[in-house]
């Protein structure tokens, strides 16, 4: 089994920051891409930002030039740097890792996604 614990988060003021972790712990071969998600009220989940096990990194048009993903692939880990907050970042924010658990499963492409418990990220004044 695996497990995703996310740390971070909570109430901060627009223009401010707060940072994301996630770690990833339980039977992993190999981490593929991890990524943060997040879900307002009333709207459907969406991608935030993600980074392949390459390094490579993708970001929502809204968040681009204020947050950064970044990876530790020696802790299994997944951080996001969120600055210059806006109230329009109010949101739950999930962590995701796509993986492979095993060597079969990496021989095979077959991968399996999970996510972290979630974390309240709340901007307000």
């Known amino acids: 089994q695996v497990q995703l614990v996310q740390s971070g988060g909570g109430l901060v003021q627009p223009g401010g920051s707060l940072r994301l972790s996630c770690a990833a712990s339980g039977s992993i071969f190999s981490l593929n891409t991890m990524g943060w998600y997040r879900q307002a009220p009333g709207k459907e989940r969406e991608l935030v930002a993600a980074?392949?096990?390459?390094?490579?990194?993708n970001y929502a048009d809204s968040v681009k030039g204020r947050f950064t993903i970044s990876r530790d692939n020696v802790k299994k880990a997944v951080y996001l740097q969120m600055n210059s907050l806006k109230p329009e970042d109010t949101a739950v924010y999930y962590c995701?890792?796509?993986?492979?658990?095993?060597?079969?499963?990496?021989?095979?492409?077959?991968?399996?996604?999970?996510w972290g418990q979630g974390t309240q990220v709340t901007v307000s004044s």
């Open positions: 995701n890792a796509v993986l492979y658990a095993n060597a079969r499963d990496s021989i095979l492409r077959r991968e399996y996604a999970y």
């Open positions: 980074v392949t096990s390459g390094g490579s990194t």
